[in-house]
């Protein structure tokens, strides 16, 4: 049940200051200069992260409480939390190679899809 709360508490906090930090003015990915300012890209990444960990964590984890435990009985947490982390880290992985144009998006998606996959599958 804390694991529960902890995710949940973590994602709703994440999604608000992102959304807090989407509506000001003065926190814009370039500074004056055209340069990328790195400070509100990582700020920005990290929420990413936490957002997608916790959402994949929750719906892995009530899956597996729904489907293959019973009511009174709580599933292992860290089999949704790996999982979990690997998503977020791929996503933020992503995300930096398109800030550095060494990958479009698109392909690293379905790039980031199939070694899941293939991860999942050996």
Do not use: H
Not at 15 to 43: K, M, Q
Not at 60 to 71: E, P, R
């Amino acid at each position: 049940m804390k694991y529960l709360l902890s995710q949940f508490f973590l994602l709703f906090l994440s999604v608000i200051l992102l959304y807090y930090l989407s509506t000001l003015t003065s926190f814009l990915p370039l500074s004056e200069n055209d340069s990328v300012n790195w400070y509100n890209v990582c700020i920005t990444l990290l929420l990413l992260f936490l957002i997608t960990q916790a959402f994949i964590s929750l719906v892995i984890y009530l899956i597996q409480k729904f489907l293959a435990f019973g009511w009174r009985e709580f599933p292992n947490y860290s089999f949704s939390l790996r999982w979990g982390l690997i998503t977020g880290l791929a996503l933020i992985i992503g995300i930096l190679l398109n800030i550095f144009n060494l990958l479009l998006f698109p392909f690293g998606s379905i790039l980031t899809f199939i070694v899941l996959l293939l991860i999942n599958i050996i």
